[in-house]
């Protein structure tokens, strides 16, 4: 009864989307207001003289809201109601495609927009470019990369495809991100084959889809926007509630792409480990201390010098922060040398256990099972920076260990289940099993032991 109706309560809301694009457009145009008021104006004021809350500066409340509210709920959100965030909310694409509606070239996509590697690359370089300049710091920083990435969205939006979002489907930096998070959540738009076949009312030609998805073959798409524009086509097409496991263990064994796997295995999980860690490590400060040592007896003065302008490498000294060349390189190689870390690693067991199974497709089946891992990082690192802030306002959060080991363990165990579900597939050999499945909670521990000694140990 309940299950019923929490059914048709989903596929109304879907129609009810179709239906009322208008208000979601104003929902889009409010945000966009909000979004280039809170990214351009701090950016020219001062920096928040030590009196100052969130509250009553402006500088302080758009750091707040875009790093402590923004970011960490929209990865949350992901997991709760799929990409509306991008189909419904995003500023960045809606402006991107109002530029093609409105002033695109409609240029054929070129071959090089398609690479499949751009979101695991800009997701990277992204990550690491913004520790560099302390973007969640930093007014400036925030508007030159959050700021950037929308002047590109524009660019590519005036370019290329008519009134599509290009720009959202292949290079958006967080695209690859929110496509293997929202695979968890438990709403999708869906179309069923046999009634989009058996149609026989009115003709009717296909919404426009902004990112270019086959609406005919909707069915665990995490690439949907879930704009709703499709909803009701051809008596076929809704919104419907899911297992939130369906999209992995249903559907993970038909998506190949060796780039998700990689932005997941040495993005998600290594380069953020290693963007949200570097502050807080024991072992960074001990490597840098020996690496200036070395300088320091070998005459190069140079490094140590911080001279780098603020977009290279973050450099405020009425702020008594700046980095010198030497911070720059470790920081990049402390991150990077993490993202090779953890991807090399994952990706040998996974390979291996792919070998031992012979089941050359489980490499990238398996490595979803790491989603939820993955996905509870993210949120914890970001939500790092909301906590921060609130302290600094005289927030106590004496319950925040307990909450943050609960939902560490609550993720672990969630793609522990994951991982449990896709080797009961892949073998019916039990010991072959026992295994996979050992090698596989193995592969779990540094994961889960990084962020235990990101907010326990160190
Ligand atoms: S398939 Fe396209 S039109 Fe339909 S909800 Fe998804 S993004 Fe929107």
């Known amino acids: ?74 990865i949350l959100s992901m997991l709760v109601i799929g990409r509306v965030w991008c189909g419904v909310f995003c500023p960045e694409g809606a402006i991107s495609e109002w530029t093609s509606k409105k002033f695109g070239k409609n240029k054929k996509i070129p071959r090089w927009i398609k690479w499949k590697a751009w979101p695991a690359i800009a997701f990277i370089l992204t990550t690491l470019y913004g520790q560099l300049i302390s973007v969640y710091d930093y007014a400036d920083s925030a508007l030159l990369i959050l700021g950037g990435s929308t002047v590109a969205a524009i660019l590519i939006g005036y370019l290329y495809g008519r009134e599509n979002r290009v720009w959202c489907r292949y290079l958006c930096p967080v695209n690859g ?20 076949s058996e149609y026989h009312g009115n003709s009717v030609s296909n919404p426009h889809c902004p990112p270019m998805i086959n609406i005919r073959q909707l069915h665990g798409v995490s690439g949907c926007h879930m704009c709703g524009r499709c909803a009701g086509l051809r008596d076929a097409v809704s919104l419907q509630p899911r297992s939130v496991n369906e999209e992995i263990i249903t559907y993970g064994n038909e998506k190949d792409n060796l780039w998700e796997t990689r932005l997941l295995l040495f993005g998600m999980i290594g380069v953020a480990i290693g963007a949200f860690t570097w502050t807080v490590s024991p072992w960074f400060v001990t490597a840098k201390q020996f690496l200036a040592n070395w300088l320091i007896n070998h005459d ?29 390189f470790c920081v990049t190689f402390y991150i990077l040398g993490s993202g090779l870390l953890y991807g090399f ?47 600094y306002d005289g927030i106590v959060f004496w319950w925040l260990k307990d ?35 050992g090698l596989f909670a193995l592969s779990l521990v540094p994961i889960v032991g990084a962020w235990w000694l990101m907010f326990m140990g160190w």
């Open 345 to 391: 690693g994952l990706t040998g067991v996974y390979k291996s256990l792919a070998k031992f199974l012979y089941r050359p497709n489980l490499y990238s089946y398996i490595a979803q099972a790491l989603i939820p891992i993955a996905a509870a990082g993210l949120f914890l690192g970001l939500t790092a920076t909301s906590v921060k802030l609130l302290q």
């Open 1 to 74: 009864m309940i299950s019923s109706l929490f059914k048709i309560t989903t596929y109304r809301l879907g129609a009810a989307m179709q239906r009322h694009k208008g208000i979601i457009q104003t929902i889009q145009w409010i945000i966009v207001g909000f979004y280039v008021v809170l990214l351009v104006i701090p950016a020219f004021m001062d920096l928040p003289p030590r009196q100052a809350h969130i509250l009553n500066n402006l500088v302080l409340f758009a750091q707040f809201v875009f790093w402590g509210i923004w970011w960490p709920f929209v």
């Open 403 to 437: 909450a943050r080991v609960t939902i560490l363990a609550f993720f672990s165990l969630w793609s522990l289940y994951l991982g449990y579900n896709i080797l009961r597939k892949s073998t019916d050999i039990f010991y072959k099993f026992i295994i996979s499945f």
């Open 300 to 328: 190069i003065l140079w490094p140590m010098n911080a001279t780098a302008p603020w977009w290279i490498l973050t450099n405020h000294p009425e702020n008594n922060d700046s980095f010198n060349w030497l911070d720059g």
């Open 177 to 196: 991100v929110f496509n293997l998070l929202s695979r968890l959540s438990p709403f999708s738009f869906k179309s069923d084959a046999k009634k989009w």
